[in-house]
């Protein structure tokens, strides 16, 4: 079936083009992980040096359940934040590049880590103990910053990826004020009106990062919400993991993110038909734990989320149990998600790595007291990518259309000399020509011809 995007007007000496989608080869398929690895550390700048030591054994086991695993986008939650990215960069070369127990060994071209608001003092008396304490390392200080820790940057996280992270596009959602979001769950008389002016939303933050797989696009849209615990009555951190989560689902639903501001002062959503997969530790279950009106849901069920695929522990047999992430002390619960777009992909599989007493790896889960989530997808078409940097040059007496196309559609040219109820003829002389190695496409179209319009139309396969 032919279908037309929206238009990409250019009224050049009578030369009007309409952009769209082309099939050319097959649809890419890739791997997605998020792992909380439990590797933050005191004091601040520990965790880089540990990272130091190629024999330090829970990097070593971490590392050996990416090998194994081996995910093209991994987001790694609890990962201390430097500023150089040294922590980062030991753990590339010191652990993923160096096989592990006969494991082949794994590179991550392409990284990105930032600042979070773990550690990053508020001024102010959070926890509301009459102490705003500022010494770095105690427990109070962390109480009373943005989002808990002794040390700027704690329980950090990072992404590691073999395809390209489009960093100068990348959204995050550090700074957005709790008390900005409309009907938030701020506790009532908890907070001061001064702490509130200044109280941010996201305990560590909301990263946006846009990847480029092979030429299509998805965003990567990670966080770590606070747990819904180490509280009191007011359930502070309750209602804050509730909003946190809350977040991504207005970011991506269509309507109801008109109130967010990014920390680049960009207002708004994601938009419409875009692909996407939201990961990381959310530290809520859909049916147990402490999480506030099973705050989870709100992703699980929303209408752009694909929630409808669980994944399942690979050492154990399926039943009630066999989709948890976690083994807290207290209780076992689901808390490490990945879920994509219902646009944009076909859900493969996926798994939790939790190999069974006795199974190979299974001493290697003892790293972290929560385990690796991965999905697989294939990348599928979008009809709004079709047309991506469309160009057109004056070439002599022709001119010149080249854009960025697009795997899993057809493209083809039609013409009309009236765009207004007029007659569209294919083209086929001259062809469009496609270049699958830059994945372009260009059309050349006489300049000197009598008033034409013309049009890009494509089937999505």
Same mark, same amino acid.
């Given at each position: 079936?032919?279908?037309?995007?929206?238009?990409?007007?250019?009224?050049?000496?009578?030369?009007?083009?309409?952009?769209?989608?082309?099939?050319?080869?097959?649809?890419?398929?890739?791997?997605?992980?998020?792992?909380?690895?439990?590797?933050?550390q005191n004091p601040q700048g520990?965790?880089?040096?540990?990272?130091?030591?190629?024999?330090?054994?829970?990097?070593?086991?971490?590392?050996?359940?990416?090998?194994?695993?081996?995910?093209?986008?991994?987001?790694?939650?609890?990962?201390?934040?430097?500023?150089?990215?040294?922590?980062?960069?030991?753990?590339?070369?010191?652990?993923?590049?160096?096989?592990?127990?006969?494991?082949?060994?794994?590179?991550?071209?392409?990284?990105?880590?930032?600042?979070?608001?773990?550690?990053?003092?508020?001024?102010?008396?959070?926890?509301?103990?009459?102490?705003?304490?500022?010494?770095?390392?105690?427990?109070?200080?962390?109480?009373?910053?943005?989002?808990?820790?002794?040390?700027?940057?704690?329980?950090?996280?990072?992404?590691?990826?073999?395809?390209?992270?489009?960093?100068?596009?990348?959204?995050?959602?550090?700074?957005?004020?709790?008390?900005?979001?409309?009907?938030?769950?701020?506790?009532?008389?908890?907070?001061?009106?001064?702490?509130?002016?200044?109280?941010?939303?996201?305990?560590?933050?909301?990263?946006?990062?846009?990847?480029?797989?092979?030429?299509?696009?998805?965003?990567?849209?990670?966080?770590?919400?606070?747990?819904?615990?180490?509280?009191?009555?007011?359930?502070?951190?309750?209602?804050?993991?509730?909003?946190?989560?809350?977040?991504?689902?207005?970011?991506?639903?269509?309507?109801?993110?008109?109130?967010?501001?990014?920390?680049?002062?960009?207002?708004?959503?994601?938009?419409?038909?875009?692909?996407?997969?939201?990961?990381?530790?959310?530290?809520?279950?859909?049916?147990?734990?402490?999480?506030?009106?099973?705050?989870?849901?709100?992703?699980?069920?929303?209408?752009?989320?694909? +929630?409808?695929? &669980? $994944?399942?522990?690979?050492?154990?047999? @399926?039943?009630?149990?066999?989709?948890? =992430? *976690?083994? /807290?002390?207290?209780?076992?619960?689901?808390v490490d998600y990945v879920l994509?777009?219902?646009?944009?992909?076909?859900?493969?599989?996926?798994?939790?790595?939790?190999?069974?007493?006795?199974?190979?790896?299974?001493?290697?889960?003892?790293?972290?007291?929560?385990?690796?989530?991965?999905?697989?997808?294939?990348?599928?078409?979008?009809?709004?990518?079709?047309?991506?940097?469309?160009?057109?040059?004056?070439?002599?007496?022709?001119?010149?259309?080249?854009?960025?196309?697009?795997?899993?559609?057809?493209?083809?040219?039609?013409?009309?000399?009236?765009?207004?109820? +007029?007659?569209? &003829? $294919?083209?086929?002389?001259?062809?469009? @020509?496609?270049?699958?190695?830059?994945? =372009? *496409?260009? /059309?050349?179209?006489?300049?000197?011809?009598?008033?034409?319009?013309?049009?890009?139309?494509?089937?999505?396969?």
């Open positions: 079936m032919a279908l037309l995007s929206r238009f990409f007007l250019f009224p050049l000496a009578g030369l009007l083009v309409a952009g769209l989608p082309e099939r050319t080869h097959a649809s890419p398929r890739i791997r997605v992980a998020t792992y909380n690895v439990l590797l933050a520990q965790l880089a040096s540990t990272l130091q030591n190629p024999n330090a054994l829970n990097p070593r086991k971490i590392a050996e359940i990416i090998q194994r695993t081996a995910p093209d986008v991994l987001l790694l939650n609890e990962f201390d934040y430097d500023a150089a990215g040294i922590a980062a960069e030991r753990f590339q070369n010191n652990f993923l590049a160096v096989g592990q127990n006969g494991q082949p060994p794994i590179l991550y071209p392409y990284r990105f880590i930032a600042p979070t608001n773990t550690g990053e003092h508020s001024g102010f008396d959070l926890n509301n103990d009459g102490i705003i304490d500022n010494t770095i390392g105690d427990r109070g200080y962390g109480d009373d910053a943005f989002g808990f820790g002794e040390f700027p940057g704690k329980y950090g996280m990072v992404v590691f990826s073999k395809f390209p992270i489009l960093a100068d596009q990348a959204r995050t959602f550090r700074l957005f004020r709790w008390k900005d979001m409309p009907g938030a769950l701020i506790p009532p008389g908890f907070y001061s009106p001064e702490a509130l002016e200044v109280f941010r939303l996201s305990s560590k933050s909301h990263w946006d990062l846009p990847i480029d797989v092979n030429g299509r696009l998805f965003h990567f849209l990670t966080h770590h919400p606070t747990p819904p615990i180490f509280d009191g009555t007011e359930d502070r951190n309750g209602r804050r993991n509730h909003d946190e989560i809350r977040l991504w689902a207005d970011y991506v639903t269509p309507g109801a993110s008109g109130y967010l501001v990014d920390d680049n002062g960009k207002p708004g959503g994601l938009g419409t038909g875009k692909r996407f997969v939201i990961a990381g530790d959310h530290n809520a279950d859909p049916t147990r734990g402490d999480s506030v009106n099973h705050a989870i849901n709100q992703l699980l069920l929303n209408p752009e989320v694909n +929630g409808g695929f &669980i $994944p399942r522990r690979t050492g154990t047999p @399926v039943g009630s149990t066999s989709d948890l =992430t *976690a083994d /807290f002390a207290s209780q076992d619960l689901r994509p777009s219902r646009v944009g992909f076909e859900i493969l599989g996926g798994a939790v790595y939790w190999p069974a007493p006795g199974e190979v790896g299974a001493s290697l889960i003892t790293a972290s007291d929560h385990r690796m989530v991965y999905m697989d997808f294939e990348i599928t078409p979008l009809l709004g990518e079709a047309v991506r940097d469309l160009t057109i040059r004056r070439e002599s007496d022709h001119y010149r259309l080249a854009w960025k196309t697009q795997s899993g559609t057809t493209y083809g040219i039609e013409k009309s000399a009236n765009l207004l109820g +007029g007659t569209w &003829i $294919p083209v086929s002389d001259p062809a469009i @020509v496609l270049d699958l190695q830059s994945n =372009t *496409a260009t /059309f050349s179209v006489n300049g000197t011809s009598p008033l034409e319009f013309y049009r890009v139309t494509a089937t999505l396969d």
